[in-house]
Every structure is written in structure tokens, then in C-alpha cells.
């Protein structure tokens, strides 16, 4: 059994190690969309190598962290953890030694897999490190002190952009490396995926749940058969053979995980290219994105230990409710994208000017998620998932306003205020309602499924707006020719929130009384939504 203490001086190294380690992955998703025009005069880029830059994270990252807890179960979790901590540093000095556009995407996708080793397992390291009795609030902290880093993000990214220059903004992530990893080796115990003496809440299927790779194994927690069963989690499957099976006998989905990555590599490659390459190629990578993908899903039916169980999509409100998040965080992550470059191309504000601008949205997320949560708790989640993008899509049609010359106080901060309190409004209790929608021994799973669905709508977003307004491969260099696609951008991100307001008020429903409840209630990333652990069965607050 777990057995660390938070107050205990290594409790409080793990919480370290655990944050730092999160906050890399974090504060990489916010602060590079900051230093896009920058990356673009110096490395001489057009736009598709900009987007690349940020899908190509994306999308390794999208494509294997459903599979990047697993290792851990079967690894070890501290090794794997560290294994990503090395890994993602290495490619972020890559990134800011990258010579040119080439070169940096290259080091972005390889950045994307560390990240897919270091997120899970880090919510994973707490799950098995801390005593039952401390875990939720280890979890909460954790979540609260890597939503710092995500608010710090933009802010810092624009001072580095504006100071020191671009390429800090990836060779930062090395000194924190070099402080995460002897922090990692020397104080947080290893775990993995053995079977274990007693049954607590903190086994092995609960502390990879945060991994998105867990079994219904963890269900029986409360024994220590469920527990070594539960040991088994990595394969994230519920089939009663794995059940009973070790470490040794996981197949890993290394298939289904190759494939799931090669579509969604194929799609983006064919909306990114679209523009300005050869038709022949285009229509064929979009084709063979398509077969790849129907590949995927009867690779995932037929597989023991399928990295995406199809069968939780049984569910109605579990399908529902990630239908919504893809509505919603395509929206995000084209806005977030367009929005930076918006105000130093158009608007001429400086890198830390754009990047401050942004800032309320993350800062109002910190601050009210938890409150939002406890509100959806007592009133049920339709109305929050129905009105929060509704407010996101009037705070983006507000950002019509912001043009050249335009005014932070009255024609910035409404919008992000505003975009700020939908978001408020809808990501507490779409995670929430992603719990409850599926048994609680697939609550892992279910949170993983959901992240993964949100950052591949973000990617998808991101290959997709600049080619549906309209936007040249040099549009970004010309205020006129980015003012004119990102109006229409904007239009089109506001009417796909409204399609997922409209989706959540037709299918969402009030969970059970004794459903799963969240464990971080916390949060400030805006690209996609917490990652949860897993617990027993039973009423969980």
C-alpha cells in the first residue's frame, strides 16, 4: 500500500518532481502559439510549417497518450516518467537549436511523444505514491499548481519571445528537466504494475486511470485478487481473462496506437496541404487517412487489450458528451491558435502584450473551476454545457472587434472575459459528466478517452480554419490578409460551439446521486480537459 504522506518531506518532493514535470508539457502547450510570428520571420516559414509546429506536438502527443501509462504499469512508472522528463527536454534543446522549419517540426513531434510519457505518468507517480488519506488533496494541488504554470504560460512565452528571443521558449523546459529528474530518482518510490499485498484504493489500476490506460480490474480494489488484478491496467481493457493476468501477459496496443497516430498524421497532412500541394497528393494522403483510420477501429474491436475499448461509446451520454468536446475544444484550439497572431500581426502589439491578453481566460479558470463544479453538482450539467459555449461563442464574435489599433480594455478584455466564464461554465462539469457517464471502474479510461478526443479537435482545428477562410500560406505576414480569415474564423469557431451547446441540451442528463466525482477540482489548461484517477466503487465525492 501507498504509504507516503503529503506533509512529510517526501511528500512534498514527489508533489515537486510531479508539478515540474506536468508544467513542461503545460506551459509548451501555451507559450509556443505566443512565438509564431516570431518563429515565422526568423526561420523564414509560411503558414503550414507554422501549423506543423504546433500539430506536430499535437499530434504525437494525441495519438500516444493512450497508450503512455501503460508503459509505466508495465515499466515502472517513476522510470517512465523520467524516461519522458529526459526525453522531452532532449527535444525541446532540438527545438531551440533547430536550424530551420524542418528541422523544429521534426523536434516538435518528438517533443509530443516525451509528452505523452510525462503527463499520465505523473498524475499516475501521485495515485501510487501518496496514502489514501492524502491523496485527493496531493491530486488537487497537483492540478492547481500545474494550472499555475498554465496561466504563467503566455506571459512568459511573450517576455522570452520579446527578451531573449524565440528559442527560450523550448530551452527553458532543460533547466527544469535537470532539476525534475534527480528530485524524481532520489525521492519518489518506484511502482509498477506487480500485484500488491492489499487492495486500497491507491492499486495499480488507480494510479494508471490518470494514464487513460486503465481496466475495470480496479473495480475490485478492494481485494487484493482486484488489486493484482488491477496491476494489469496499462492494457486498458475490461475482458475478465486480462483480469486475472500480470504485467507479463499485457499485449500492448502498439498496433492500434501506430495507427490511430498514421490517420490522424494523414487528415492533417491533407487539410494543411490542401492550399498549395500537388491535388493527386492531397486527395491520396486524405483517402489513406480515411482507410487508416477505419483500420484503427477493427484493429481496436478485435485486440485483447485494445488501447481504445470501443465498447464505452455503449454509452449514450459517454458519446454524447465527447461529441460536445470535440465541438468545444476544436473551438478552443483554433482560437487560441489565430488569437495570438492576431494581436501582433493585425492589432502590432508585442509578443508579451499578446500573450499577457490571454491571460484572464486561465486565471478565471483557476479561480472559479471548483466553484463551477459544485454548482453543476447541485443543478445538473445541461445547463452549464449548454450555456458555457453559448458565452464562448459570444466571447469569440467579440473578438470581431479587435482589429488595428484596437484597445485592450474595451475591445480585448470583454472578449476573453466573457470567453473566460464560458469555459468556466462547461469544463467542470463536462469532466464531471464523462465520469458519471460510463461504470466507475472505466472512469480512467473515460477521462483518457475524452483528453485525447479534445487535443485531437484542437489539432484537427488547426489544420482546418486557415484552409476553410481562405487564409494564404503568407497571410500571416499581411495584417489585412490575417484580419480578413481570422473574421471569418472566428465565425465559424462560434458556430461550432453553438453546435455543441445544441448537442449538449439534446442529450444531456442528470448523472446518478452515487456517481464518480471529480478528483481535480482545479484546473487552468484551455486546450483540453483534466485527466482523472480511478477508485472503488461505492459513492465518491
Request: net charge positive; aromatic share 6%; charged share 10%.
Amino acid at each position: 500500500m501507498p504509504d507516503v504522506r503529503l506533509a512529510s518531506p517526501r511528500g512534498k518532493w514527489i508533489l515537486l518532481t510531479t508539478v515540474l514535470g506536468s508544467s513542461m508539457a503545460l506551459l509548451d502547450s501555451t507559450v509556443v502559439n505566443v512565438a509564431l510570428p516570431r518563429i515565422g520571420r526568423d526561420l523564414d516559414a509560411d503558414l503550414a510549417a507554422l501549423q506543423w509546429t504546433v500539430n506536430a506536438y499535437l499530434l504525437t502527443l494525441a495519438g500516444l497518450i493512450l497508450l503512455g501509462g501503460s508503459l509505466g504499469d508495465h515499466y515502472g512508472r517513476r522510470k517512465v516518467f523520467v524516461i519522458g522528463v529526459v526525453w522531452f527536454a532532449v527535444a525541446s534543446l532540438l527545438c531551440g537549436i533547430a536550424p530551420n522549419a524542418g528541422v523544429l517540426v521534426a523536434a516538435r513531434a518528438l517533443q509530443g511523444i516525451g509528452g505523452a510519457l510525462l503527463t499520465p505518468g505523473s498524475l499516475a507517480l501521485i495515485q501510487a505514491s501518496f496514502h489514501p488519506e492524502d491523496r485527493g488533496r496531493a491530486v488537487g494541488l497537483w492540478s492547481g499548481f500545474g494550472g499555475m504554470g498554465a496561466a504563467v504560460g503566455p506571459f512568459l512565452g511573450g517576455w522570452l519571445v520579446d527578451g531573449p528571443g524565440w528559442r527560450w521558449v523550448f530551452l527553458l523546459n532543460v533547466p527544469l528537466a535537470v532539476v525534475c529528474v534527480p528530485v524524481a530518482l532520489r525521492h519518489v518510490p518506484e511502482s509498477d504494475g506487480r500485484p500488491v499485498r492489499s487492495g486500497a484504493t491507491g492499486s495499480a489500476a488507480g494510479n494508471a486511470a490518470g494514464s487513460v490506460t486503465e481496466s475495470p480490474a480496479g473495480s475490485a480494489a478492494g481485494s487484493a485478487a482486484g488489486s493484482a488484478a488491477g496491476s494489469a491496467a496499462g492494457s486498458a481493457t475490461g475482458k475478465a481473462a486480462r483480469k486475472a493476468a500480470g504485467p507479463a501477459h499485457q499485449r500492448f496496443d502498439v498496433l492500434g496506437a501506430v495507427l490511430g497516430a498514421l490517420s490522424l498524421a494523414l487528415v492533417t497532412y491533407a487539410l494543411i496541404e490542401a492550399r498549395s500541394g500537388p491535388v493527386g497528393v492531397v486527395l491520396g494522403a486524405a483517402v489513406a487517412g480515411l482507410v487508416t483510420g477505419v483500420a484503427f477501429v477493427a484493429v481496436e474491436r478485435r485486440h485483447p487489450d485494445p488501447m481504445l475499448p470501443l465498447d464505452i461509446f455503449a454509452s449514450r451520454q459517454f458519446t454524447a458528451v465527447n461529441l460536445v468536446t470535440l465541438c468545444v475544444y476544436a473551438a478552443f484550439g483554433g482560437f487560441f491558435f489565430l488569437s495570438a497572431v492576431q494581436l501582433q500581426v493585425v492589432a502590432g502589439w508585442s509578443a508579451l502584450g499578446a500573450g499577457t491578453a490571454l491571460l484572464p481566460t486561465t486565471v478565471l479558470m483557476l479561480l472559479l473551476s471548483a466553484r463551477s463544479g459544485e454548482l453543476a453538482e447541485h443543478i445538473g450539467p445541461r445547463i452549464p454545457l449548454t450555456a458555457g459555449p453559448l458565452l464562448c461563442a459570444a466571447g469569440m464574435l467579440l473578438m470581431l472587434r479587435v482589429g488595428p489599433g484596437a484597445s485592450y480594455a474595451t475591445d480585448v478584455l470583454p472578449a476573453v472575459l466573457v470567453l473566460g466564464f464560458g469555459m468556466v461554465a462547461l469544463v467542470a462539469p463536462l469532466t464531471a459528466t464523462v465520469l458519471a457517464s460510463v461504470d466507475v471502474t472505466r472512469a480512467g479510461v473515460a477521462s483518457g478517452v475524452n483528453n485525447a478526443a479534445a487535443r485531437a479537435a484542437g489539432l484537427v482545428a488547426v489544420a482546418a480554419l486557415p484552409l476553410l477562410t481562405g487564409m494564404s500560406s503568407e497571410a500571416y505576414r499581411s495584417a489585412t490578409a490575417f484580419d480578413d480569415a481570422f473574421r471569418r474564423a472566428m465565425v465559424l469557431c462560434a458556430g461550432v460551439l453553438v453546435v455543441g451547446a445544441a448537442v449538449a441540451f439534446a442529450t444531456v442528463r442528470r448523472p446518478a446521486p452515487d456517481c464518480r466525482r471529480p478528483e481535480c477540482r482545479t484546473h487552468g489548461s484551455v486546450l483540453a480537459p483534466p485527466l482523472e484517477g480511478e477508485r472503488t466503487k461505492g459513492r465518491l465525492s
